[in-house]
């Protein structure tokens, strides 16, 4: 199954709720403190129910609902390329469609209910039977359902299968008055069907920003050595590993056996105080054996005295690489790599050679990626449909990125809103817009006049009057011309609000 779309409401900023439509890419900018590693965070808690990077608390209840009397977090999921059908027993099978557990556009909903932190309780929206007699059917056992059919005089040739009496039912009754209802999955049929859903959904592996990257972290130290506990930890390992301790054992008891004897024809009395001393097999600690197991460079210089980008990019790696491996363990048909700020700690070629790798990965089977980034060069590897701008944490906040306020498609135009970033990139952008336009005489209009040098090819200057706009044009073209004032950041991003406001005004 692949995630369609997350739902979150009440979970820490979020007290409205809010959705969040998915894809194979998808990546969430914004300012810092906006709200992006909360989605992330929320499907951790969804997913893995509190065994993985995430545990829900008390303090993740938003505090405005909270004061409002409102306990309850609710994270949800739509999913679609569901499985074609579902075994809830041996012998009973059936579909989603027909237990009627989707949604009108069907999709499966699933929605996980968190009352004051606690326990969640799981439920499926869909559009199901409401008619009299018709609902409710899969929290109903199998002598409820006999007793329905009998006392409807409904036709059913096989009455020991739940899924089949239920389907007679439904076709007996013709108007099932269908509704989007929530069908609380802790009963009956119910149970098992999301019992073998979780068969089906995605393995969720989240890698947070401020995961650990010091010297004393045993992932930096080196993942060969988490590798090594797990692959220690595999059971068939474990019964080779004793069978080869089990064999040392033996050998041990049988030369301490005799040297006693041997001590006991010289000195019985000091012989019958000795006993051999050999631990059970059981108490060995294997992971001592490769303790020195490592990576490192070249030099034999060891991972965590490598540089912080070097070290976080190991750590991506060993994190798909161990997700990858959970994966086929598990036998989950999907994965979900969700993965905050990916560009932490690296160099502008090592962002753009990361996200190339992660798009490619989102193009392979089974995969789907989800980023945070407030890194503009990553942004510029994306494509619209990637990107998810959060503005604010109320549901008008959060906007699929399309041509934004512009009447162009720009990457530039996303950053700028993101991350505030006023580059000169994006300067010459608008500038060569409204120049293609043939609007930069009216562009000038009304616009206060600066002095500006020009440099001539003699080396004398020449006095000029320009805007702003032309005077920071110019000083990004003709750096060799050192007679005029730099511009300042501030005038920068004057000149780039002044140019949006005029392209704006004038479609």
Same mark, same amino acid.
């Given at each position: 199954?692949?995630?369609?779309? /997350?739902?979150?409401?009440?979970?820490?900023?979020?007290?409205?709720? /809010?959705?969040?439509?998915?894809?194979?890419? +998808?990546? $969430?900018?914004?300012?810092?403190?906006?709200?992006?590693?909360?989605?992330?965070?929320? +499907?951790?808690?969804?997913?893995?129910?509190?065994?993985?990077?995430?545990?829900?608390?008390?303090? &993740? /209840?938003?505090?405005?609902?909270?004061?409002?009397?409102?306990?309850?977090?609710?994270?949800?999921?739509?999913?679609?390329?569901?499985?074609?059908? /579902?075994?809830?027993?041996?012998?009973?099978?059936?579909?989603?469609?027909?237990?009627?557990?989707?949604?009108?556009?069907?999709?499966?909903?699933?929605?996980?209910?968190?009352?004051?932190?606690?326990?969640?309780?799981?439920?499926?929206?869909?559009?199901?039977?409401?008619?009299?007699?018709?609902?409710?059917?899969?929290?109903?056992?199998?002598?409820?359902?006999?007793?329905?059919?009998?006392?409807?005089?409904?036709?059913?040739?096989?009455?020991?299968?739940?899924?089949? $009496?239920?389907?007679?039912?439904?076709?007996?009754?013709?108007?099932?008055? $269908?509704?989007?209802?929530?069908?609380?999955?802790?009963?009956?049929?119910?149970?098992?069907?999301?019992?073998?859903?979780?068969?089906?959904?995605?393995?969720?592996?989240?890698?947070?920003?401020?995961?650990?990257?010091?010297?004393?972290?045993?992932?930096?130290?080196?993942?060969?050595?988490?590798?090594?506990?797990?692959?220690?930890?595999?059971?068939?390992?474990?019964?080779?590993?004793?069978?080869?301790?089990?064999?040392?054992?033996?050998?041990?008891?049988?030369?301490?056996?005799?040297?006693?004897?041997?001590?006991?024809?010289?000195? =019985?009395?000091?012989?019958?105080?000795?006993?051999?001393?050999?631990?059970?097999?059981?108490?060995?600690?294997?992971?001592?054996?490769?303790?020195?197991?490592?990576?490192?460079?070249?030099?034999?210089?060891?991972?965590?005295?490598?540089?912080?980008?070097?070290?976080? @990019?190991? @750590?991506?790696?060993?994190?798909?690489?161990?997700?990858?491996?959970?994966?086929?363990?598990?036998?989950?048909?999907?994965?979900?790599?969700?993965?905050?700020?990916?560009?932490?700690?690296?160099?502008?070629?090592?962002?753009?050679? $990361?996200?190339?790798?992660?798009?490619?990965?989102?193009?392979?089977?089974?995969?789907?990626?989800?980023?945070?980034?407030?890194?503009?060069?990553?942004?510029?590897?994306?494509?619209?449909?990637?990107? +998810?701008?959060?503005?604010?944490?109320? =549901?008008?906040?959060?906007?699929?990125?399309?041509?934004?306020?512009?009447?162009?498609?720009?990457?530039?135009?996303?950053?700028?809103?993101?991350?505030?970033?006023?580059?000169?990139?994006?300067?010459?952008?608008?500038?060569?817009?409204?120049?293609?336009?043939?609007?930069?005489?009216?562009?000038?209009?009304?616009?206060?006049?600066?002095?500006?040098?020009?440099?001539?090819? &003699?080396?004398?200057?020449?006095?000029?009057?320009?805007?702003?706009?032309?005077?920071?044009?110019?000083?990004?073209?003709?750096?060799?011309?050192?007679?005029?004032?730099?511009?300042?950041?501030?005038?920068?991003?004057?000149?780039?609000?002044?140019?949006?406001?005029?392209?704006?005004?004038?479609?």
């Amino acid at each position: 199954m692949k995630i369609r779309s /997350i739902g979150i409401k009440g979970f820490r900023g979020y007290s409205n709720p /809010i959705q969040v439509q998915a894809s194979d890419l +998808l990546v $969430l900018v914004g300012k810092n403190d906006i709200g992006k590693s909360t989605v992330l965070e929320a +499907l951790d808690i969804f997913f893995n129910d509190g065994k993985g990077s995430v545990k829900l608390d008390k303090d &993740d /209840i938003n505090k405005a609902n909270l004061a409002a009397g409102d306990d309850c977090i609710e994270i949800s999921v739509e999913f679609e390329d569901l499985p074609a059908s /579902i075994v809830i027993d041996a012998t009973n099978e059936t579909t989603l469609a027909d237990e009627y557990l989707l949604t009108e556009t069907g999709t499966l909903r699933v929605i996980k209910r968190y009352q004051n932190a606690g326990k969640e309780k799981v439920f499926i929206s869909a559009h199901h039977p409401t008619a009299p007699g018709c609902g409710e059917l899969l929290l109903k056992k199998n002598s409820d359902l006999k007793k329905l059919v009998e006392d409807q005089g409904v036709d059913c040739q096989d009455k020991t299968r739940n899924a089949n $009496l239920r389907k007679a039912i439904w076709i007996a009754k013709g108007n099932l008055e $269908l509704q989007t209802i929530e069908i609380e999955v802790a009963k009956i049929d119910a149970k098992n069907i999301w019992e073998q859903l979780k068969s089906y959904m995605p393995l969720y592996s989240l890698f947070q920003a401020d995961r650990k990257n010091s010297d004393e972290d045993s992932e930096v130290q080196d993942p060969m050595r988490l590798a090594v506990r797990e692959i220690l930890g595999d059971p068939a390992i474990q019964a080779e590993l004793a069978t080869v301790a089990e064999s040392v054992k033996k050998r041990l008891d049988e030369v301490a056996a005799q040297t006693l004897a041997k001590l006991k024809e010289l000195n =019985p009395q000091i012989a019958s105080s000795l006993n051999p001393q050999i631990p059970e097999s059981s108490s060995l600690k294997w992971i001592d054996v490769f303790k020195n197991v490592s990576i490192a460079g070249d030099e034999d210089i060891p991972v965590n005295k490598r540089g912080s980008g070097v070290k976080r @990019l190991i @750590l991506i790696s060993f994190f798909r690489a161990e997700a990858e491996r959970r994966q086929r363990e598990t036998g989950l048909p999907s994965v979900v790599y969700a993965i905050e700020e990916p560009e932490t700690s690296q160099h502008p070629e090592h962002q753009r050679a $990361l996200v190339s790798a992660l798009v490619a990965l989102s193009k392979t089977a089974g995969t789907q990626i989800f980023l945070t980034t407030h890194s503009p060069e990553i942004v510029k590897k994306l494509e619209f449909e990637n990107l +998810l701008l959060i503005a604010g944490q109320q =549901p008008n906040d959060l906007r699929k990125v399309q041509a934004s306020e512009l009447p162009y498609p720009s990457l530039n135009e996303v950053n700028f809103s993101a991350f505030d970033e006023s580059s000169f990139e994006y300067h010459n952008e608008l500038y060569g817009f409204i120049e293609a336009e043939g609007k930069l005489a009216t562009f000038r209009m009304g616009q206060a006049m600066m002095p500006y040098s020009r440099l001539n090819k &003699d080396g004398s200057t020449t006095q000029q009057q320009i805007v702003l706009t032309e005077y920071i044009r110019h000083q990004i073209h003709h750096p060799e011309n050192e007679t005029n004032r730099r511009f300042t950041d501030q005038e920068l991003r004057q000149s780039i609000e002044a140019m949006r406001s005029f392209i704006q005004a004038n479609p």
